[in-house]
């Protein structure tokens, strides 16, 4: 129900209009190469008995070294996010005992970079794996960190604590990245500020406009404030891109995606070999690591909506061109090792920099493949971004489902009650074209509706549409309830089936609204409605003019689950019945999707956790949403 603007427009609709292109598969299996290497990391580098990575993979090199820990740390959730194997989860959490006892027992480091890089695969750990250790320990971090900010070179993080004259990108971009992913954990308005201010500084002393490039550091000397203008290096063009990513997602100011692309075209310009447009050696030791740091961020570009079809075929063609000269040329297939140039085999020891940056890589195309990425893609098999919200107008309570190869949405107009007298409805064949087929049902249809026409929900049966909604926002002993109009498409016009509500009454506490139909397995229709934190579920009889027995005899019966306030919806999959509702008021910020699952469409169901809540620069009043399943698929979106 309610009035509430429909500007989350469901996040699935940050699709793609390519769903249905018949882009070839790629030759090379990119999940199994990532597979058998992130494997190889471990085997070849890790320590069981220190919990954390060997220097190198001979054996002997087993002196600690703090920053690469946390790429090899990501480079584990990479995984882990990819395949969901706990061989991985086990070694996360293993590292989170040994880097410590390894670093004097805690996370802090006289290098700040150093720290920061383990504050944004600690975060990343804690949003993989939901233990709250992972989160407690970046916050200790994050608190020394912003002790090293300074008004020298006119702000900005030192890069070593005992050297309060030098200023280096490497501290500032992660710092940025960090604090930014930290807002939108927490929501604390003054990370955002952090996140702004280190940002800013960085453009405004390190960032070069003219060609995009980011110089490594100032320094404070006798003679006055130095640029080192020669030190470019791919790392801190990764991390000032992955900055502007963050903070374009967070203000939607252009200003940060131009910035992005422009540092990515110098490093793809300027910091390859001419010959062979391959990412440059930076040798082996901490240079070693420079290009995976880029690649993680460069990737994270490539898969944003906003980045221009024209961009992202570049990028694309680039990343995988790189990455596969690097597993048909650059990798020791017998040791499974990389080398610090990506068409050059390694011979003898491997640092663990070197060989991150390749894992990194190998991941990287993992990932991007299996967002449906291949190299030699055609420009129009790119992804469009469907802008948010996907049509204009105020719209709430959307019911979303495909009918006749096309996606359908049905919404509440959002307006006061008594202007709440009709619905549109919105079809699209791609999620980014989107017709608006107007007034398909109102009160001139539906006499004894006046006011508060809520929540529809279209369902089809033997060719058919049927239409329910509510109406009247009613109280006990008023007219209105849950009505049922019927038509033979799936945009109407529709009819009133019955001349009068379908459930009018105040059953168990449940207001009628917000109504969902589900058909079961065995062909049976149930529909799940109530507003007033009850929530009940009835049976539809064959031709949804009235109302059936429940298997327990009963005509009603209340399911409410723990949180409830209203919008239920309901789905099955792999014989498990997965039931959602919203909970928290629909005008604050706390409105919000739970979910259950249970082994009957009767429950009983348990509360387990939330799927949707608020982000105030995605989205307000992320409650009462939608489920679509894509036809044929195992593909689920909410």
């Not at 070593?160 to 940025?176: F, I, L, M, T, V």
């Not at 279209?458 to 509510?470: N, P, S």
Request: glycine fraction near 8%; charge should be negative; include cysteine.
């Amino acid at each position: 129900m309610k009035n509430s603007v429909f500007t989350s427009v469901i996040l699935l609709f940050i699709l793609f209009n390519s769903c249905n292109n018949s882009v070839s598969e790629p030759k090379t299996d990119w999940n199994a190469i990532a597979d058998t290497t992130s494997r190889a990391l471990i085997e070849n580098y890790w320590n069981a008995d220190k919990k954390c990575f060997n220097y190198q993979n001979d054996g002997q090199s087993t002196g600690f070294h703090y920053w690469p820990q946390a790429h090899a740390l990501d480079v584990m959730l990479d995984a882990y996010w990819r395949t969901g194997d706990r061989f991985y989860l086990s070694h996360i959490h293993d590292w989170f005992e040994g880097v410590p006892m390894q670093n004097g027992g805690d996370f802090l480091n006289r290098y700040i970079d150093d720290m920061e890089w383990n504050v944004l695969a600690m975060l990343r750990a804690y949003q993989l794996t939901g233990d709250e250790k992972f989160l407690q320990a970046t916050e200790v971090v994050w608190e020394d960190i912003k002790k090293y900010w300074s008004d020298i070179a006119g702000g900005g993080l030192m890069w070593e604590k005992r050297d309060p004259y030098g200023k280096n990108a490497c501290s500032n971009g992660p710092a940025a990245i960090f604090a930014a992913r930290l807002f939108r954990e927490k929501k604390n308005f003054n990370d955002l500020e952090w996140a702004k201010k280190i940002y800013h500084w960085e453009r405004e002393t390190l960032f070069d406009k003219e060609t995009g490039a980011i110089w490594d550091n100032i320094k404070e000397t006798g003679d006055g404030l130095k640029i080192n203008k020669d030190w470019i290096f791919t790392y801190n063009q990764g991390t000032f891109i992955g900055a502007a990513v963050e903070l374009f997602n967070l203000t939607n100011d252009s200003t940060y995606l131009h910035d992005a692309i422009k540092a990515t075209d110098y490093t793809l310009e300027s910091l390859t070999n001419k010959a062979d447009n391959i990412l440059k050696s930076e040798g082996g030791g901490d240079g070693g690591l420079f290009k995976g740091i880029f690649i993680r961020y460069f990737t994270q570009l490539i898969q944003h909506h906003a980045l221009p079809r024209e961009k992202k075929q570049e990028y694309v063609d680039f990343m995988f061109y790189n990455a596969q000269a690097l597993w048909n040329e650059g990798t020791d297939k017998e040791r499974m090792l990389f080398g610090p140039y990506w068409k050059t085999k390694p011979e003898g020891a491997v640092d663990l920099t070197i060989q991150l940056s390749g894992a990194m890589l190998m991941e990287a195309a993992a990932g991007l493949a299996s967002a449906g990425y291949v190299s030699g893609m055609a420009l129009s098999d790119f992804p469009v971004w469907s802008g948010n919200p996907v049509f204009e107008g105020w719209y709430a309570d959307p019911e979303v489902i495909v009918y006749d190869n096309k996606y359908w949405i049905y919404p509440t107009f959002s307006a006061p009650y008594e202007e709440q007298v009709k619905f549109d409805c919105f079809s699209s064949p791609d999620l980014v074209n989107w017709t608006k087929h107007e007034n398909i049902i109102d009160t001139s249809e539906v006499k004894w509706a006046w006011r508060a026409m809520w929540a529809p929900g279209v369902i089809e049966k033997d060719g058919k549409y049927y239409f329910f909604f509510a109406a009247n926002d009613v109280h006990p002993g008023e007219v209105g309830g849950i009505g049922v109009a019927v038509a033979d498409q799936p945009q109407g016009p529709y009819r009133d089936l019955l001349g009068k509500p379908l459930i009018s009454e105040n059953v168990n506490g449940a207001q009628p609204i917000d109504q969902f139909v589900f058909r079961d397995v065995d062909g049976s229709y149930y529909m799940y409605y109530g507003g007033w934190r009850h929530c009940n579920v009835v049976k539809l009889n064959d031709d949804f003019t009235g109302l059936e027995p429940l298997p327990n005899g009963e005509m009603f019966m209340e399911v409410t689950p723990e949180g409830y306030v209203e919008g239920p919806v309901m789905f099955m999959r792999n014989g498990k019945y997965y039931f959602m509702w919203s909970e928290g008021g629909w005008t604050g910020p706390n409105y919000r999707v739970a979910y259950a699952i249970s082994d009957s469409p009767f429950g009983p169901f348990e509360r387990i956790g939330t799927v949707l809540q608020q982000d105030p620069f995605v989205a307000t009043g992320a409650g009462h949403h939608s489920v679509l399943n894509i036809p044929g698929t195992d593909e689920w979106y909410a």
